[in-house]
């Protein structure tokens, strides 16, 4: 024979488990989880145009711009124009390139010894341009790390609401229409996070590669705006 404790308190429990109806819950959650990897594809896009923007305007346009850009200011450093470099890196058409923005660190800093005035543009690239592409990045690879897991957060709440449906059934049976759209909501949320990650992985590859680039260029002009400045030096400590 049951105790009378037990038969008590199995009666509240079953009691209270009927009486709580988790169908809005889920349904809020569901909507919920929704939203999150809405904003999360949108701003992981947004992320991406943000980091193309800004390496296409960090960067020349191409090797022969470059060139006639450093061309200009070995002829104003064999003249200690430094007035006319600070002038022509503040222009509109070049003010917000990389190697424009480090020549005039360079230029500011030009008391220093060589060596101390590469390891300041050193920083100063590392902070100023790289440090906000790192900040990008580290949010693309982030939602592509999140998209799946928000996927698989959906298709655990679908499988709960689906179980509900079957153990709430009854003598009616299990309602085919109901079930599925319980399972067809875990299924949709694991195919969105994938949908989502998939394309950002990709992207994110391709502007890391831009990136690489533009630090191989940034590096390469700047090896011969250095020479060029240190044979000014030079040439002034004569």
Wanted: glycine share 8%.
């Amino acid at each position: 024979m049951q105790p009378l404790g037990d038969f008590y308190s199995d009666s509240v429990t079953t009691t209270f488990a009927q009486a709580i109806d988790i169908g809005p819950i889920l349904d809020w959650f569901g909507n919920g989880i929704y939203a999150a990897m809405a904003a999360a594809a949108i701003y992981g896009l947004y992320c991406i145009v943000v980091l193309i923007r800004r390496v296409k305007q960090k960067s020349f346009p191409g090797r022969e711009s470059a060139n006639a850009f450093l061309d200009e200011i070995a002829e104003m450093l064999e003249k200690n124009d430094f007035e006319g470099i600070t002038d022509a890196c503040d222009s509109p058409e070049l003010w917000a390139r990389a190697v424009p923005q480090m020549v005039t660190v360079a230029v500011e800093n030009r008391a220093k010894p060589i060596k101390k005035i590469k390891q300041v543009v050193g920083e100063f690239f590392s902070r100023e341009i790289l440090g906000e592409f790192d900040v990008r990045t580290g949010w693309v690879n982030t939602i592509v790390k999140s998209a799946p897991m928000l996927g698989l957060l959906g298709t655990v709440t679908g499988m709960i609401a689906a179980f509900k449906q079957i153990a709430g059934s009854g003598a009616e049976g299990v309602k085919p229409a109901a079930l599925a759209d319980d399972i067809s909501f875990a299924l949709w949320t694991t195919a969105a996070g994938l949908a989502i990650a998939i394309p950002l992985v990709i992207l994110g590859a391709m502007v890391q590669s831009r990136i690489t680039r533009l630090q191989d260029s940034v590096q390469e002009h700047l090896g011969t705006f250095f020479d060029d400045l240190e044979a000014a030096q030079v040439k002034s400590e004569e």
